[in-house]
């Protein structure tokens, strides 16, 4: 293996560990989240919080819906899917999308 090859992997290994360090992170933090939501309403149930206490809880609420809108709209299937076939001159239909094709670029 030369010094160029070894480089290569390397930078490669170092990507795909990257990548699962900070899925994992990602993770952690959302777990660390939730608790200190799920903590915040129970010592804080039936008392009064001020107005800065309020917003913080507000924030830290808005922040997990988003991620959890975020991780339910990521497309974890294939990136590429094929295209329907618009070939067959058998097919009536067929026919109608081969030439809305010819019409998607204007």
């Known amino acids: 293996m030369t010094e160029e090859e070894r480089q290569h992997v390397f930078e490669e290994s170092r990507i795909v560990s990257r990548q ?3 899925e994992k992170r990602e993770n952690q933090k ?3 989240l939730v608790e ?3 903590d915040e309403k129970r010592l804080f149930e039936g008392v009064e919080l001020t107005a800065k206490e309020k917003r913080d809880m507000a ?3 808005r922040v997990l819906d ?5 991780n339910e709209t990521v497309d974890t299937g294939p990136h590429y899917v094929m295209p329907e ?3 067959d001159t058998k097919k009536p239909e067929a026919r109608s999308r081969r030439y809305k094709v010819l019409d998607n670029r204007y």
Do not use: G, M, P, T
């Open 59 to 61: 924030v830290k609420q």
């Open 30 to 32: 959302i777990e660390a």
């Open 20 to 22: 699962a360090y900070l």
């Open 36 to 38: 200190s939501i799920e």
């Open 66 to 70: 988003l991620v959890k809108q975020r």
């Open 85 to 87: 076939e618009y070939d």
